[in-house]
């Protein structure tokens, strides 16, 4: 067995729609058996506390370890979100910057929302230093993955503007060069899967990382164009790592695409 990492994302907990593709998750991990689930944050809709426990029972009641960080929908839109931002992420989750091992992989989660922006995220210089402490903590041949909420790719098309992680640049390469191999976030709600070398030119003896964007589990605004719903598994497969998307479509996942990049 390839080892495996379900990847999903904005999961909106707490919108009004009707949610039979969430039952169906148990469904595909029995399936796929990934050895960890990340979820890149916007687990609840409007930061409230019943939201973030019932994405958390859902997360947790599929049987891998999950892994969590907690996007700019995560924070609650009342005062506390100026005084204690993460209190109830935290009291779920123990931190917005988790780190997790399991059997090919090595996942290290980054917090890249912000309590005084509304949609924007960023990393800080210290996170991203410690981001290299921690990924090189690595068993040897282990996948280094970076997760946070904001995107550092686009997807072809979106209706809405939303824009990257801050100096998005910067960020990527720091995580690059800080050893990632594979870098997820969400935030779209659409798939962007790349590697480094298909969006810019970089010298010879640069690292290379798969980025991959997940689009949305939940569709908060479901009138709005340009979103999608589906989660992507993550494989090591030797010298490899195989991106699989899957979509919703007719009451169940469905496998899309499959992307296959050289490590
Ligand atoms: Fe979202
Ligand atoms: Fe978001």
Same mark, same amino acid.
């Given at each position: 067995?390839?080892?495996?990492?379900?990847?999903?994302?904005?999961?909106?907990?707490?919108?009004?729609?009707?949610?039979?593709?969430?039952?169906?998750?148990?469904?595909?991990?029995?399936?796929?058996?990934?050895?960890?689930?990340?979820?890149?944050?916007?687990?609840?809709?409007?930061?409230?506390?019943?939201?973030?426990?019932?994405?958390?029972?859902?997360?947790?009641?599929?049987?891998?370890?999950?892994?969590?960080?907690?996007?700019? +929908?995560?924070?609650?839109?009342?005062?506390?979100?100026?005084?204690?931002?993460?209190?109830?992420?935290?009291?779920?989750?123990?931190?917005?910057?988790?780190?997790?091992?399991?059997?090919?992989? +090595?996942?290290?989660?980054?917090?890249?929302?912000?309590?005084?922006?509304?949609?924007?995220?960023?990393?800080?210089?210290?996170?991203?230093?410690?981001?290299?402490?921690?990924?090189?903590?690595?068993?040897?041949?282990?996948?280094?993955?970076?997760?946070?909420?904001?995107?550092?790719?686009?997807?072809?098309?979106?209706?809405?503007?939303?824009?990257?992680?801050?100096?998005?640049?910067?960020?990527?390469?720091?995580?690059?060069?800080?050893?990632?191999?594979?870098?997820?976030?969400?935030?779209?709600?659409?798939?962007?899967?790349?590697?480094? +070398?298909?969006?810019?030119?970089?010298?010879?003896?640069?690292?290379?990382?798969?980025?991959?964007?997940?689009?949305?589990?939940?569709?908060?605004?479901?009138?709005?164009?340009?979103?999608?719903?589906?989660? +992507?598994?993550?494989?090591?497969?030797?010298?490899?790592?195989?991106?699989?998307?899957?979509?919703?479509?007719?009451?169940?996942?469905?496998?899309?695409?499959?992307?296959?990049?050289?490590?």
């Amino acid at each position: 067995m390839r080892a495996s990492l379900l990847h999903v994302s904005d999961l909106h907990a707490g919108t009004h729609e009707e949610r039979p593709f969430d039952q169906a998750l148990a469904r595909l991990v029995e399936q796929l058996e990934p050895q960890l689930v990340v979820a890149s944050g916007d687990l609840a809709h409007r930061g409230r506390r019943q939201e973030l426990e019932r994405a958390a029972e859902l997360l947790r009641s599929l049987g891998p370890p999950v892994l969590a960080v907690p996007g700019n +929908h995560d924070l609650p839109y009342t005062p506390a979100r100026l005084v204690r931002p993460w209190a109830e992420f935290e009291r779920i989750w123990e931190t917005t910057e988790p780190t997790a091992s399991a059997p090919g992989f +090595h996942v290290v989660g980054l917090n890249s929302a912000r309590p005084f922006r509304h949609q924007g995220g960023a990393l800080s210089r210290a996170q991203l230093e410690r981001a290299g402490e921690r990924l090189a903590a690595a068993e040897e041949g282990a996948l280094r993955v970076a997760v946070l909420h904001h995107h550092l790719i686009g997807a072809p098309w979106r209706a809405a503007r939303k824009r990257p992680v801050s100096r998005r640049n910067r960020v990527l390469r720091a995580l690059v060069d800080a050893g990632a191999d594979l870098i997820l976030a969400g935030h779209i709600h659409q798939a962007a899967v790349s590697e480094r +070398h298909e969006f810019e030119v970089v010298s010879d003896d640069a690292r290379t990382a798969v980025v991959a964007i997940a689009p949305g589990l939940g569709q908060p605004r479901p009138r709005r164009l340009g979103e999608a719903r589906g989660l +992507h598994l993550h494989e090591v497969d030797g010298d490899a790592i195989v991106v699989r998307t899957f979509h919703w479509s007719r009451g169940d996942w469905t496998l899309g695409a499959e992307r296959r990049f050289v490590r």
